[in-house]
């Protein structure tokens, strides 16, 4: 029955992805748009006049627009590097062709090399100011995803009139492979960002944009993208303020302190019994792109442990650094810019796209397994007892509620206060949040209970069930009905984070609550639940924040003595 019941719901969504494709194919090319002219410094750009999904307001659209040269050849492990531009008219009609990656949705490697675009989307009211522009990261572990509007339209951020910019960047291997030598550094992924944001740094004016209030934010590997740049000397100056949803850089899956035994092991696995990095970097350059990909590629969405080609720390002998230290270290010289973070209250539930709800984790093996060996027996031992044990009456009493709060917190909430405590420090206006509105809108949630039935007992919102109130994605196509708590939350969470990216203060009179800024002394947070929305005194989680505090105490003191 589970087999049939997930054949049925794949078809099924596999049907949707296939209509909506057709439909949006058929509204780019049979439907007469608008068109709208711009001209920067690499050319003249055409982009498409559009309107937005609910509200019905106009916007300008700029698909595909590359702003680096393709990453192809004796480029394929270097840093970006500046386009030429082109003569005449291009038209930025489509997006282009997602960074290489082996793709969950077909199960085969997908995309090209040639992958570095950008989007654009400028709403079309009061074209005589400057608007406040949004940078968009996207997520997917460093190893997946991409900036297409058939997951990232931004219509209910345009609804706010702000721009807003999403860009692909290279991932797996092809993005975070590294030598430590300057022909393989590590860290493309991450200089290809920081290249997209000079981009528009520079060119944004041209398309009615603040270059002078620019806005970063994005979800998982996207939001852990965001801490990066919040503390690289490189991206000072670059952005205003910053938003980070559900990742930061100290989250065990986002930073490998062992990348050069994940680069041997890859070349090895390719045939290459080199010694010396140079050579092996001129072995991988004659190879296929698709055979580095197959062999560094992670087929599941929520195997934490295994993230090899991630963001790492680079050698002190390669140029230009972008993590030139470890971030615990860099935390102490940062300049800090105001930021919103937050979580979703059942991070964990992802988990549950590869495990069986019927297998759950609870034992004192599979519990070290799930740490990989990180933790001694007796720290083993505490964990299972403060999860599995009813030792936590704050977690519910359900074996599926914990192990989705065991994942949710051992891979997200527990680094979570390290991501911006520092700021804190500082005096830089935090603005904490949990989003657990568990609406018809979730999209993640939605597939999974799909799936797995059971998990619908499960009251909140999954790893990334926020980003359908930001986004609307055109191949999903779950659109909140009119008038219905899906469509304020939408409301809600864009004016929000639309107030936040023209003013640092994500507040406004017509909201009818306020949102009060963190502190060390006084910790405060937003639940984000749709109408029952409000302010919590304390921090998220406190329970479990204390518990992984003390866990770290402990390892520390281990390991002094």
Not at 51 to 72: D, E, M, Q, W
Not at 352 to 360: D, H, V
Request: net charge neutral; charged share 20%.
């Amino acid at each position: 029955m589970p087999k049939l019941r997930e054949s049925i719901v794949v078809c099924r969504l596999a049907a949707v992805f296939i209509y909506n494709k057709l439909t949006g194919f058929l509204s780019r090319t049979v439907v007469p748009r608008k068109k709208t002219t711009v001209t920067i410094e690499q050319g003249t750009l055409n982009g498409l006049h559009y309107h937005t999904k609910v509200s019905n307001k106009p916007y300008a659209c700029f698909l595909g627009i590359p702003y680096a040269r393709p990453p192809v050849g004796s480029l394929r492990f270097k840093p970006p590097v500046k386009h030429p531009g082109w003569s005449g008219v291009f038209n930025a009609y489509t997006p282009g062709k997602m960074c290489m990656q082996y793709y969950m949705l077909t199960k085969k490697i997908s995309g090209s090399e040639d992958c570095l675009f950008l989007n654009i989307f400028v709403p079309q009211e009061k074209l005589d100011e400057k608007k406040a522009v949004m940078i968009f990261i996207h997520g997917g572990a460093f190893n997946n995803g991409s900036s297409s509007p058939e997951f990232y339209t931004p219509d209910y951020l345009i609804d706010e009139n702000i721009i807003v910019v999403t860009f692909n960047y290279r991932l797996n291997a092809l993005g975070f492979l590294n030598f430590d030598i300057d022909e393989c550094p590590g860290n493309m992924g991450l200089k290809d960002q920081l290249f997209a944001l000079k981009w528009v740094k520079a060119n944004i004016s041209a398309f009615g944009g603040d270059a002078e209030n620019i806005t970063i934010f994005g979800e998982s590997a996207g939001s852990a993208s965001v801490h990066c740049h919040t503390l690289s000397p490189r991206s000072t100056g670059l952005f205003q303020k910053a938003i980070m949803q559900s990742g930061c850089i100290f989250n065990s899956w986002a930073l490998n302190e062992k990348h050069k035994e994940a680069a041997y092991n890859l070349a090895r696995s390719l045939g290459c019994l080199k010694e010396d990095p140079k050579d092996i970097v001129e072995y991988l350059l004659k190879l296929p792109a698709s055979d580095i990909v197959k062999l560094s590629k992670i087929e599941g969405v929520t195997d934490f442990r295994n993230y090899e080609f991630v963001p790492s720390i680079e050698s002190k002998t390669v140029s230009d650094r972008f993590l030139p230290d470890h971030p615990d270290i860099l935390t102490k010289s940062v300049s800090p810019v105001p930021i919103i973070i937050g979580i979703n209250n059942l991070e964990g539930m992802i988990a549950f796209a590869e495990k069986s709800t019927k297998k759950l984790i609870s034992t004192t093996e599979e519990i070290r397994n799930l740490f990989e060996d990180k933790y001694d027996e007796e720290i083993i031992n505490k964990v299972k007892s403060f999860y599995f044990d009813e030792g936590n009456p704050e977690y519910g009493t359900t074996k599926l509620e914990n192990v989705c709060h065991l994942y949710s917190d051992g891979f997200f909430s527990k680094d979570f206060y390290h991501g911006f405590n520092h700021l804190l420090y500082h005096g830089t206006p935090v603005y904490n949040y949990e989003f657990k509105f568990d609406g018809n809108i979730n999209m993640c949630k939605k597939i999974l209970s799909d799936l797995k039935p059971n998990l619908k007992q499960l009251k909140g919102a999954c790893h990334a069930d926020e980003l359908n109130y930001l986004f609307f994605g055109q191949i999903i196509g779950y659109t909140p009905n009119t008038n219905s708590p899906e469509l304020r939350m939408c409301r809600m969470l864009s004016k929000l984070w639309a107030n936040f990216a023209k003013t640092g203060n994500p507040n406004s009179l017509d909201l009818g609550f306020e949102w009060i800024q963190t502190s060390l002394d006084k910790p405060k947070y937003l639940s984000l639940d749709g109408d029952d929305t409000c302010m919590v005194d304390g921090l998220i989680k406190s329970s479990s924040v204390n518990f992984w505090e003390n866990i770290s105490k402990t390892v520390q003191y281990k390991q002094k003595f």
